[in-house]
């Protein structure tokens, strides 16, 4: 074995092959062993098991007595890739204006927009990797970023570019996502279907041309993307291959989570406003409801309903919404303690939520999310602690002491 990890406190989000997502009822259950293995051969996991039957040698072994082992956090939704950051904004709205007003003023996504397009694919390059350091030293071991804070063809093109080289010189596994329909930009003021026909006629050919893509969004919302631009958009992806994955309910029930819905998103995600009806329809799909917690609390919205999600029986995912307007950090720990500190989620359900399902939610769930032979040896080892439901009721402690991707230990930044 390449790597040996003896002794372990709790080895936990063990499940079997071919479980896709965890849902409902389920949620509240978790495979565990107490004084458990895991073996590591060729970055994948080989082995795991109860430390009485554990035959293995390693040349590399890790002694985990007392210690928690994860997989690593999927986080499905960021914006990592920007320039600069917006902590005026932050002071704005403490002095009370809101999210959507300080949009209109030609601050919020067109503020980082115009940063963005001044800066070069080597700066942009550079701010991004040490975000995603930090993130990887805090437990994320795959996530998706999107476009979005170009607006422009050309930018928008360069931001991929840039997701890309992430993806070429990290250890992370990454997928993309073009958001070109993030906020319509200056060019294009009181004019959201002039820009729309930019997006389905220009950027989104080209960036199908380019093969930069994963995925597609949209920011369905009010005072953003109408329904019918949502499905003008979704429609010509479509026709290029690219799943949805979109923004949806944070502001207002805006029809975004049918919309999803109706052209086989991925995950719709946010969901602040999700009512019966919204419930129906995602119980009728193959959606992933993805909550991000981060961005409620900083923006001081309600909370989305995860409770009743869950008690009707869905899945649902967390998400750290990484960006520089609605939720400055991409810290998977806290996410999940949000997740159950606000939205009163039961640290299991927590844990389901930041693992198997939010790597449904970016379509990797086969190779990532849970402590299953073959997957990567993508892994957390967390400090001595009494057991997993202290990883969200110590929030804001560093409770990570390893990381290892691949099956290689990521030094602690
Ligand atoms: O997911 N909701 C839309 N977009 C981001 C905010 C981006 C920004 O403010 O820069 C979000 O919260
Ligand atoms: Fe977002």
Same mark, same amino acid.
């Given at each position: 074995m390449d ?7 709790? %080895?936990?989000?063990?499940?079997e092959?071919? !479980?896709?997502?965890?849902?409902? *009822?389920d949620?509240?259950h978790?495979?565990i062993?107490s ?8 970055g ?5 098991g109860?430390?009485?039957?554990? #035959? ?8 985990? =007595? ?7 956090f999927?986080?499905?939704?960021t ?7 917006r902590?005026?904004?932050?002071? /704005? @709205?403490?002095?009370g ?7 209109r003023?030609?601050?919020g ?5 115009? @940063? %963005? @397009?001044n800066?070069?694919e080597?700066?942009l ?6 975000r995603?350091?930090?993130?990887m030293?805090?437990?994320?071991? =795959?996530?998706?970023i ?5 607006l422009?063809? =050309? ?8 997701i890309r #080289? %992430?993806?070429?010189?990290? &250890?992370l596994?990454? @997928?993309?996502?073009f958001?070109g ?10 004019d ?8 389905v006629?220009?950027m ?10 994963d995925?597609v969004d ?9 329904v /019918?631009n ?7 992806a +479509? ?8 923004h ?5 029930? *805006?029809? +975004?989570i ?6 086989? =998103?991925?995950?719709?995600d #946010? ?5 019966q009806?919204?419930i ?7 959606t992933m409801?993805?909550?991000?917690? +981060?961005?409620?609390?900083?923006l001081?919205m309600?909370?989305p ?5 869950? /008690?009707?029986?869905?899945?649902v995912?967390? *998400?750290?919404?990484?960006? &520089?307007?609605s939720s400055p950090?991409? !810290? ?5 303690a ?14 389901h ?7 449904y939610?970016m ?5 990532? +999310? ?8 993508n ?6 602690i &009494?057991?997993y439901s202290?990883? &969200?009721?110590?929030f804001?402690?560093?409770l990570i ?8 230990i990521?030094?602690k930044?």
């Amino acid at each position: 074995m390449d790597l040996l990890i003896r002794n372990i406190g709790q %080895l936990i989000q063990i499940l079997e092959p071919g !479980n896709h997502w965890v849902a409902g *009822s389920d949620m509240n259950h978790l495979e565990i062993i107490s004084n458990a293995y895991l073996a590591v051969k060729d970055g994948m996991i080989a082995d795991y098991g109860s430390m009485e039957n554990c #035959h293995y040698k390693s040349e590399t072994e890790i002694d985990a =007595a007392g210690k928690i082992v994860m997989p690593s956090f999927c986080d499905s939704h960021t914006h990592l890739v920007y320039s600069g950051s917006r902590e005026q904004e932050f002071v /704005d @709205r403490i002095r009370g204006l809101s999210y959507e007003e300080i949009a209109r003023r030609g601050g919020g996504i067109n503020n980082s927009a115009l @940063r %963005l @397009r001044n800066a070069t694919e080597e700066e942009l390059y550079q701010e991004a990797l040490m975000r995603v350091q930090e993130i990887m030293s805090q437990g994320t071991g =795959a996530v998706e970023i999107k476009s979005g804070y170009g607006l422009d063809t =050309a930018s928008e093109l360069k931001m991929l570019r840039v997701i890309r #080289h %992430l993806k070429e010189t990290t &250890p992370l596994t990454i @997928r993309s996502t073009f958001l070109g329909a993030h906020a319509v930009p200056p060019e294009y003021t009181n004019d959201q279907d002039g820009y729309v026909d930019l997006i389905v006629n220009d950027m989104l050919p080209k960036v199908a041309a380019s093969g930069l893509a994963d995925y597609v969004d949209v920011f369905c919302d009010r005072g953003f993307f109408t329904v /019918d631009n949502t499905s003008r958009i979704l429609e010509a992806a +479509g026709g290029y291959g690219l799943l949805p994955k979109i923004h949806a309910n944070e502001l207002d029930f *805006s029809g +975004g989570i049918q919309t999803g819905i109706k052209y086989n =998103a991925l995950s719709v995600d #946010h969901l602040e406003y999700t009512g019966q009806n919204e419930i129906n329809a995602l119980l009728s799909s193959k959606t992933m409801p993805t909550l991000l917690p +981060g961005a409620a609390l900083f923006l001081g919205m309600i909370w989305p309903p995860a409770r009743t999600m869950i /008690d009707a029986g869905l899945p649902v995912a967390l *998400s750290s919404d990484f960006n &520089p307007g609605s939720s400055p950090t991409g !810290n998977m720990m806290l996410i999940m303690a949000l997740g159950c500190i606000s939205m009163k989620m039961l640290p299991e359900e927590a844990i389901h939520a930041v693992t198997i399902n939010s790597a449904y939610a970016m379509g990797i769930e086969h190779q990532l +999310g849970s402590i299953t032979k073959g997957k990567k040896a993508n892994l957390i080892i967390t400090r001595a602690i &009494p057991g997993y439901s202290y990883l &969200p009721y110590a929030f804001g402690s560093d409770l990570i002491e390893q990381v290892i991707l691949n099956g290689q230990i990521i030094k602690k930044q």
